[in-house]
Every structure is written in structure tokens, then in C-alpha cells.
């Protein structure tokens, strides 16, 4: 319901704020960085990361109420997240392989979805979903009894093969209502895979791609071409979803013994909190 910005302090931490300045509602993002501030285009008033304005171009008093709202920032995984709500109410999951030993791919699909991120976050839970449509044929039953629940995600483990007879062994989820997260073996190699999703505006998702793959010193040409191939890989499942959200007039309805995880997980988004303390500031 409203612009923000996204600036870095001289040390290079990122941090998210309300994007209009409160002397004038001049939007901040068309101003400058100076001295470790922001300024603003319209009086030169200057504010640091926390929000906080440190000068008014005039030389006037600071007004108590000169403040932008600051969102709890955190950068990971090559991407810059912003949570909505004054503290967060959970931590981004950890791949359990050492950092110093990851290859990354990061970027931003071309395509945006025209629904709200946790539509798209349904097809985790979704378990028919999943074997219909991309056509993973699992190993035994299908996970219900599996699924770790917390009041702010949701994670089972997903074992079978794809529709090339590739063997997978995931553990996937779902963070927030925006995030979701991805680990395990493709055909016996291992890869980490996040999906965070933004909302631009109701009912619209940007989507990113950040793939990890583990760094294999003596085949930089393979560590990379596998590095390639699951971004792709992720890409074609989007892809494989597009036409459906595009169309679809998405409620729960007459839901089967194989929904018993995503009617859970309607039961999650309902009682997840709602929050927007940013609202006088950024609209």
C-alpha cells in the first residue's frame, strides 16, 4: 500500500525505510547519499539508517516527529529482506553446509505472478499439487503425518523421482507466508534453493531465485554447469505454475484425504498475524 527504500550505510549494511520524507512527502528514493544519509531531493533534510532525520537543509530545529520507519533488515542469501512488523517474528532457515563452501546464483524472474505470495506458497503443502502437475512420483505414501509445524512455517521432507526418473530427497518449506526454502539431493548432489516473494502491489508477487550449490575446486566447469541447471530447473517449475495462478479463481473448496496438509496450511495462513506499523509512514 506504499513505496519504501532500500539504502546502505558507509560500512555497507543495508537497511529498509519508509520512502516519504515527512516535512513534504517528497519520495526519498530520488535523493542522495551523504555522509552515511539519505537526503532528501526537495529541502536537503537528511536521515540515517535507523530512520532517524540528522539534519534539516535550513539549519532549523529537528522535529520530534522527523523519523521514517525503519523495517528489521536482514541480508541473506543474496537478497535483502524486510519483514513487516516492528520486531521478527522468526529467523531465515540456515542450509546445513558450510558458507564458505557455497556457489551462488541469485536473480529475479522477468515474470510477475498476478496473485498474492502466499497463493503461490500453497503449491508447498499442496501434495496432489505436486505429483500432478510436476510430476514427482513419490516414495511410499504421501507425507502427511511428516509435516513440522511452528506458528511461522512448515517443513517435511519430499523423497521419490522426477518425471526423468532422476531420484530427489528435498526437505522443503514454507517461512512467513513468502519464503519458500529448499534443500537436498538432485540425482546425489546436494543444492539449496530460496524463493523469497515480494509484493509490489495487492495481488501481484515478484519472485527471486537464489540456488547454492557446493563448490567442487577441481570441476569449476561442473560446479558451475549443475549451478546452471537447478536455477533452470526452478525456473521450469515457476513456469509450469504460471498458467494455472493466472487463471485460477484460487479458494479452498471441496478439498480430499490428499489436502489434509493444505487445509492445514489455510489454517495457518488464517491465524498468521497481521501487522502494518508502517502504514502512516510509507502511504
Known sequence: GGRVIVMRDAEGKASVLSAYCPHMGADLCTGEMVDGAVRCPFH????????????????????????????????????????????PLF?????????????????????????????????????QHIRVVHGI????????????WTPHS???????????????????????TSVYWQHGELGGRWFGFVAPMGLPQPGVTRMFFAVAVEDDAEDPEGTQAFLDAVYDLEINIATEDLPIVERARFKPGTLTKSDRTLARFFQYLREYPRAHPSAEFIS
Not at 94 to 123: H, Q, S, T, Y
Not at 137 to 148: A, I, R, S, T
Not at 162 to 174: A, L, S
Open 91 to 127: 529467523d531465515l532457515p540456515e542450509f546445513p553446509k558450510p558458507a564458505d563452501r557455497l556457489v551462488w546464483k541469485v536473480g529475479e524472474w522477468n515474470i510477475r505472478m498476478p496473485v498474492d505470495p502466499w497463493v503461490i506458497c500453497c503449491n508447498t503443502p499442496d501434495m
Open 44 to 87: 536537503f533534510w537528511r536521515y540515517d539508517p535507523s530512520g532517524a532525520c540528522v539534519s534539516t537543509g535550513s539549519g532549523d530545529p529537528i522535529p520530534p516527529t522527523a523519523k521514517l520507519f525503519s523495517f528489521p533488515t536482514v541480508e541473506k542469501y543474496g537478497c535483502i529482506f524486510a519483514f513487516n512488523g516492528t520486531e
Open 137 to 148: 512420483e513419490l516414495d511410499g505414501e504421501e507425507p502427511h503425518k511428516q509435516v513440522e
Open 154 to 176: 512448515m517443513n517435511y521432507n519430499l523423497r521419490g523421482s522426477m518425471r526423468d526418473g532422476t531420484r530427489i530427497d528435498y526437505e522443503i518449506g514454507i517461512y512467513g
